[in-house]
């Protein structure tokens, strides 16, 4: 079992859907991310979160919205997504804040039609 | 602001041969931290070194090794004997120790490594 789990592993979803993107971590950390992994740009990160609290947002458009119901639990819900937000979503987790190893899902391969 | 620039993008090795993956950063702070991360395939990336910026030995494991030069600002990645399963997108990263939000990673554009039999 990974410690980080992303679910759905893929998605196929038109410009007016709304869906949901789940991550979880079973390694009692405390702080979990979004990045984005698009063909042209490096890895982008979107959201943080420690403790349950966002502490970061890099000035990520309104029809992102994460969400972090307890330290285990990170969502990112998507409504009328544009095609060029097709990307690889990956959810990572950390013990803390400090600058030490990312534990990375294996990803949401998302495809905006 | 920190960049990292990763200027191979793809290299492409004979199983066997040794290959360095070259890592340049920028940075104003004179504490930071670099890493290099690996992503095969299945998609998750695998945290490979961290390093800090006060610490300038080279480090080897296995046929790992990395070379942290301050002076040029790299932080090179060698695998020695490649095999097969090294093939992968490797990225280095670079995260600034201040930053109060912690882990904002800056992250390479990557560099694929195909490695043949």
């Known amino acids: 079992e990974t410690g980080v789990t992303q679910t759905p592993r893929h998605l196929v979803m038109g410009m007016t859907n709304k869906k949901s993107l789940k991550c979880e971590q079973h390694l009692g950390h405390n702080a979990m991310y979004w990045y984005k992994q698009s063909a042209k740009k490096p890895l982008e990160l979107m959201f943080v979160y420690s403790l349950e609290e966002r502490v970061e947002n890099n000035s990520v458009p309104s029809r992102f919205s994460p969400e972090c119901p307890n330290s285990s639990h990170l969502f990112l819900h998507l409504h009328t997504l544009q095609p060029e937000d097709s990307a690889l979503y990956l959810c990572?987790?950390?013990?803390?804040?400090?600058?030490?190893?990312?534990?990375f899902g294996s990803g949401t391969q998302l495809s905006v039609l | 602001a920190q960049k990292v620039t990763q200027a191979q993008t793809e290299i492409s090795v004979v199983e066997k041969e040794d290959v360095t993956l070259d890592c340049v950063y920028e940075?104003?702070?004179?504490?930071?931290?670099l890493f290099w991360y690996k992503q095969p395939p299945s998609g998750e990336l695998v945290f490979l070194i961290r390093?800090?910026?006060?610490?300038?030995q080279n480090e080897i494991s296995g046929r790992y090794s990395w070379n942290f030069q301050k002076s040029t600002s790299s932080f090179n990645f060698t695998i020695t004997a490649s095999q097969v399963v090294d093939s992968a997108v490797y990225f280095c990263a670079l995260s600034e120790a201040e930053y109060n939000a912690g882990n904002m990673l800056t992250f390479g554009g990557g560099t694929r490594l195909m490695v043949k039999p």
């Open positions: 990572a987790s950390s013990p803390g804040l400090t600058p030490e190893k990312l534990f």
């Open positions: 940075t104003r702070d004179t504490t930071y931290y």
């Open positions: 390093r800090n910026s006060f610490d300038e």
